[in-house]
Structure formats: structure tokens, C-alpha cells
């Protein structure tokens, strides 16, 4: 069992930078993958980001490549998402969630934290 917490999201004008965290309590943070999602108004839930439970490895949406990068900490139980120039596009709720199974499917995921709001003004 996996609880987690995000934090670090507001507002910011287009062009800034936020960071995100999730901080995990439980068992074996090291043993999930870890992944960020969003949902914008009146849409579906979307995958951003994802980083293998050791780090070595990351894959990212398109339409967030070379802007966001996904990284963790595993000794300290936290995972981050560092959003980089940052369009109107990117307002949504963000997600922070871990899972056993490699994969950019929601379902691949068995943990999720509550939310945090990112709202991005042109």
C-alpha cells in the first residue's frame, strides 16, 4: 500500500516554470513506477510523464517532451515533475500515481494522490 501527496502546483503566467512533487508513504516506494497524469476541464484524463522504479529510464507525453522532465528520489520518497515553459494548454489537475506494471495507461497504475492544480495564464 502506497499513500501520496502532491504539492507545488498554482498559478503561473505562460512562459514560467512550476514544480511539482509527490511524496509517497508506505511500503516500497522503490518498487513502483511512477508516473504524472492531468485532466483538463471537460477531458479525459491523460498521461505526461513516467520514470522505471530504480530512474533509469523515462518516457514522456509529445505534447510535454523537451518542456517537463520526471525525476524521483527514492531515499526520500518523493517523485518531481519540473514543468518548463509552460502553455495555457498545461492548466489542469496533475496527478501523481505508482503502479508495478510499466505502461502510460491509467490502469497500469494502482496508487493515486488527490490532485494538485496547475493554472497557467496567457
Known amino acids: 500500500q502506497v499513500q501520496l501527496v502532491e504539492s507545488g502546483g498554482g498559478l503561473v503566467q505562460a512562459g514560467g516554470s512550476l514544480r511539482l512533487s509527490c511524496r509517497a508513504s508506505g511500503r516500497a516506494f522503490s518498487s513502483y513506477h511512477m508516473g504524472w497524469f492531468r485532466q483538463a476541464p471537460g477531458k479525459e484524463r491523460e498521461f505526461v510523464a513516467q520514470?522505471?522504479?530504480?530512474?533509469?529510464?523515462?518516457h514522456y507525453a509529445d505534447s510535454v517532451m523537451g518542456r517537463f522532465t520526471i525525476s524521483r528520489d527514492n531515499a526520500g520518497n518523493t517523485a518531481s515533475l519540473q514543468m518548463n515553459s509552460l502553455k495555457s494548454e498545461d492548466t489542469a489537475i496533475y496527478y501523481c500515481?505508482?503502479?508495478?506494471?510499466?505502461?502510460?495507461?491509467?490502469?497500469?497504475?494502482?496508487?493515486w494522490g488527490q490532485g494538485t492544480q496547475v493554472t497557467v495564464s496567457s
Open positions: 500515481a505508482a503502479g508495478v506494471y510499466w505502461g502510460s495507461e491509467s490502469n497500469r497504475y494502482s496508487y
Open positions: 520514470i522505471t522504479s530504480t530512474g533509469a529510464s523515462t
